[in-house]
Nanobody, 125 residues
Framework: QVQLVESGGGLVQAGGSLRLSCAASGRTFSTYAMGWFRQAPGKEREFVAAITSGGSTNYADSVKGRFTISRDNAKNTVYLQMNSLKPEDTAVYYC???????????????????WGQGTQVTVSS
């Protein structure tokens, strides 16, 4: 069982930056692929970024060049650095964990076993 707790959300002006953190419980964090998803009101949950246990990363086209996912296995934490934020980035952001996850399943919510409660990010224009 893995518990995930996100933090770092808030209100920021367009062009600003935020760093989200997701702290995981358990001693096997390094074996999990980690993902960030977001969900805006009235929309489906969508993939943002993922990082495998080996450190390989993938990003949605909409955030490439602006967001960076990273992990610190010593701290059981995954991060999402968000720069050049846009109003369309406004959503609840969720982190997720997938044991030994890899490949295209990391791009889909159904590919993950555990989810955090989410943190709100609001970007004002």
């Amino acid at each position: 069982q893995v518990q995930l707790v996100e933090s770092g959300g808030g209100l920021v002006q367009a062009g600003g930056s935020l760093r989200l953190s997701c702290a995981a419980s358990g001693r096997t964090f390094s074996t999990y692929a980690m993902g960030w998803f977001r969900q805006a009101p009235g929309k489906e949950r969508e993939f943002v970024a993922a990082i495998t246990s080996g450190g390989s990363t993938n990003y949605a086209d909409s955030v490439k060049g602006r967001f960076t996912i990273s992990r610190d296995n010593a701290k059981n934490t995954v991060y999402l650095q968000m720069n050049s934020l846009k109003p369309e980035d406004t959503a609840v952001y969720y982190c997720a964990a997938d044991y030994l996850g890899y490949g295209s399943r990391l791009f889909r919510p159904t590919g993950y076993d555990y989810w955090g409660q989410g943190t709100q990010v609001t970007v004002s224009s």
